[in-house]
């Protein structure tokens, strides 16, 4: 599938390469390169686990600096709990880019996905980085997202494009996750490219206000990675006035921003392993906004809500049980409940109307709204169904 196949914009001076190291087992791309031809300006969020995988651990050091030229990043392995060998591969790997391409080891950073636990297989990965560097440009944006797939069904890309100060400013970005995904921090691997001229103050706010209403808001399984980590590379090419903080030029770039990572987020949620349904949680009027958003993942990760989804039964009864158990202030009989915009439950009591309702969780998507008549209080959390299938893959993840 190339970039024109999925008709994405990509911002000019990045350049992309993917090559197979059979870094987990043979028979796929699962090793790329992002390269920008200028140095950039670069922001970053990384996983709030205290179990940190050791490209999580180089890259937030260099992120202080926030600056960067090029991404490496591999699936299969994901060099977590590999000790102080691991240290030394993530920062092999920097370095074999940084040589073969003559720039500083400080500005390439370093990504992997995969099996926990198991050493970097540095004899394959050594040669894969040499033929990376060397087919440079031959490959697209959507070439990068699919190596780094792991239980991914389909590589996730978006982009977006406006106008700053006469200038079109293209962001682009991708993604990969479908299981161990829960906040904070992003649960995945997300790199987004821009040819803005922004300052790094802008583009680090820009990055956590998406961040916090989109890759922070989604739920799988209610397990967190070892190698969450979302980073943002802006080279500067637009041309456009430099977007400075608190300007209304960066509120129109984290809009966008945040747009673009709503959509690869749905796209996380609606490719959760063994899925088959897109849930969209959302709580209104609750005590506050914080109230509202742990409602919603209470929600969202009930096992019990989950399955019911997954058989198509309107039990919102388990609806109202995840938020008894919250912690939150609500109270049963204010609560309205609706199913994709039917009322099935006022003031905690039954409508009368199974039926329809049964017939609308068929649909592959599912809105649940929650009206608690507390506050002003509103979050919203995607999640998925809970199926069988998801068993299997994770029984069978390293087999």
Not at 114 to 128: C, F, N, Q, S
Not at 351 to 377: F, Q, W
Not at 379 to 390: E, H, Q, R, S
């Amino acid at each position: 599938m190339s970039i024109e196949d999925r008709g994405t914009a990509i911002p000019p001076g990045f350049l992309f390469a993917a090559a197979e190291a059979a870094v987990k087992k043979p028979g796929r791309r699962d090793i790329a390169l992002i390269y920008s031809e200028r140095e950039s300006v670069m922001a970053g969020m990384f996983t709030t686990s205290k179990v940190k995988a050791a490209p999580v651990r180089l890259d937030a050091r260099l992120i202080k600096a926030g600056k960067g030229q090029a991404i490496i990043v591999n699936s299969g392995n994901a060099n977590a709990c590999t000790g102080s060998q691991g240290m030394k591969d993530a920062a092999e790997m920097c370095r074999l880019v940084a040589e073969s391409k003559g720039i500083r080891p400080d500005r390439v950073y370093v990504c992997s996905t995969g099996v926990i636990g198991t050493p970097m297989p540095m004899d394959r990965i050594r040669p894969a980085i040499s033929g990376l560097v060397e087919n440079i440009g031959r490959m697209s944006f959507c070439d990068v997202a699919a190596a780094i797939m792991t239980t991914d069904t389909f590589p996730k890309i978006a982009a977006r494009q406006l106008v700053i100060g006469g200038k079109t400013v293209t962001i682009s970005g991708i993604c990969k996750g479908a299981g161990m995904i829960q906040p904070n921090m992003a649960t995945m691997l997300a790199f987004i490219l821009t040819d803005a001229d922004i300052e790094k103050q802008a583009l680090d706010a820009a990055l956590r206000k998406a961040v916090s209403r989109s890759f922070n808001r989604i739920t799988v399984d209610g397990d967190m990675s070892t190698n969450d980590t979302v980073l943002i590379m802006a080279n500067g090419s637009a041309g456009n006035r430099a977007v400075r903080l608190k300007t209304k030029d960066c509120q129109a770039f984290a809009g966008a921003l945040a747009e673009l990572t709503y959509e690869l987020s749905e796209m996380i949620v609606r490719d959760g392993e063994g899925a088959t349904k897109l849930v969209e949680v959302e709580v209104r009027n609750a005590r506050s906004d914080k109230e509202a958003e742990k409602g919603a993942f209470a929600i969202a990760n009930s096992l019990l809500v989950k399955t019911a989804i997954y058989g198509n039964d309107a039990n919102w009864g388990r609806l109202l049980a995840a938020l008894g158990y919250s912690g939150i202030d609500m109270k049963e009989e204010k609560t309205d409940v609706y199913l994709n915009g039917l009322l099935v439950a006022k003031k905690g009591l039954a409508t009368g109307i199974d039926k329809e309702a049964n017939e609308t969780m068929k649909n592959s998507r599912l809105n649940i709204l929650i009206d608690m008549h507390m506050g002003k209080g509103n979050a919203k959390v995607l999640t998925c169904d809970l199926t069988a299938d998801y068993v299997k893959i994770n029984a069978e993840y390293r087999t």
